[in-house]
């Protein structure tokens, strides 16, 4: 297997440019092992790339590149800052759609992204960083660090 490598997205996208249709294809296929996922045009894509970077950093785990036959997105996750007044105006670090593709799981990449995001919110000030979970997953963000805190609500429209 290739090695893997780490990259801020947005800083993939811009190495390998003239390659962007298929970054696009393998991150949002990645993506569609997460959660629903609808096709989004070009603009659409980036527009949203450059919201989602202007408030964090979207990291993905990748092999070979581009460039190559056995290039593949293979894992992902999302930090998103949030400004605070409170606690010495610090920040809090948001974790966000954290998923590996399911042929590479078991092997700790998840550790591994989270730990970048982590490193990244301390870069950024955060006093903490917080996610949510599914009950089945509990244990991976246990292994990380993460506590069980409170309840968490949400509506979805």
């Known amino acids: 297997m290739s090695s893997i490598k780490f990259i801020d997205l947005m800083d993939l996208i811009n190495k390998y440019i003239d390659n962007f249709d298929i970054i696009k294809e393998k991150y949002l296929s990645l993506l569609s092992e997460l959660s629903i996922v609808t096709e989004l045009d070009t603009k659409m894509y980036l527009e949203h790339l450059e919201k989602i970077s202007n408030m964090g950093t979207i990291i993905v785990c990748y092999i070979g590149t581009p460039l190559s036959e056995n290039f593949d997105i293979i894992a992902s996750g999302t930090i998103i800052i949030e400004p605070k007044f ?9 974790i966000e759609d954290i998923v590996v593709k399911n042929t590479y799981r078991g092997r700790q990449i998840s550790k591994d992204i989270l730990n970048v995001l982590k490193n990244i919110a301390r870069e950024k000030n955060c006093y903490k960083v917080i996610l949510d979970c599914n009950e089945e997953v509990k244990k991976v963000y246990n292994r990380s660090g993460f506590e069980e805190k409170g309840i968490q609500m949400g509506i979805y429209f």
């Open 86 to 94: 409170i606690r010495g105006g610090k920040s809090v670090g948001h």
